[in-house]
């Protein structure tokens, strides 16, 4: 309140993560400020096997972030704590793996690595301007898990121009072919353009979305064409 008397613009980011609820209560940060911490200390680790325990990697981080995708929206935002992109715990694949999910998260985007120093691999994931448009799309859409087959994931982000943003996601220790369609998605149709968010290169498909995609990789789609599916749409 004392913040909003001022009457200047300023962004309200709050860190509850020490605050744990009473079970089957829930909290809704969103009542008190722009954005707010979902967990734990985030560190440069792939994984901890341990889900909720600190230190937290990005999976873990993922996996308590992930559920809360409709909190997502202008003005009220999940955090899962800034980017470890180009630390040293992490590959480069995992790099980009990061980046992309906390895009797809629609997360707010701080750089945690010391970006004087920052290879050029680094710095184009941080730069790259394709997945920086799907994180700053207007709609603000929290990306979601829409489905989870142990090793492998999708994620689906609904874009303010009526695509969607698709994520599918390898944890596990080799490459593994993922595939989905554009009704698990969200879309309904009979052709439809992909873009790779990685290289901007594009396709066509009647439907099917598929990548090989190394382990602990991310293959990042901008599936364009078609319309949303009403049954999925509050889905997504």
């Keep these: 309140d004392a913040l909003r008397a001022t009457g200047r613009p300023i962004v309200y980011s709050i860190n509850p993560n020490s605050f744990h609820a009473p079970a089957g209560d829930k909290y809704n940060w969103g009542e008190v400020a722009d954005l707010w911490r979902t967990t734990e200390d985030l560190l440069d680790i792939w994984q901890n096997g341990n889900t909720n325990s600190y230190p937290m990697g990005v999976g873990n981080v993922l996996d308590v972030t992930a559920p809360l995708a409709a909190q997502s929206g202008p003005g009220h935002w999940n955090d899962p704590d800034m980017l470890v992109v180009g630390r040293p715990g992490l590959s480069l694949t995992e790099s980009r793996s990061h980046f992309a999910l906390w895009s797809l998260l629609s997360a707010p985007l701080m750089a945690g690595n010391d970006i004087r120093t920052m290879s050029a691999d680094v710095s184009a994931i941080l730069r790259n301007p394709r997945l920086l448009a799907v994180n700053q799309d207007p709609r603000g859409a929290g990306g979601r898990r829409v489905r989870d087959d142990g090793s492998t994931e999708v994620f689906a982000k609904p874009l303010s121009d009526g695509s969607v943003a698709v ?5 596990g220790g080799g490459t593994a072919t993922i595939t989905t369609t554009a009704a698990q998605v969200g879309l309904s149709g009979s052709s439809f353009t992909l873009t790779d968010l990685w290289t901007g290169g594009t396709s066509s498909t009647s439907g099917q979305i ?6 602990h990789g991310v293959a990042v789609f901008k599936v364009t064409g078609g319309s949303p599916l009403a049954a999925t749409t509050s889905r997504l």
């Design 210 to 215: 598929s990548a090989n995609v190394p382990a």
């Design 167 to 171: 994520g599918l996601f390898n944890r």
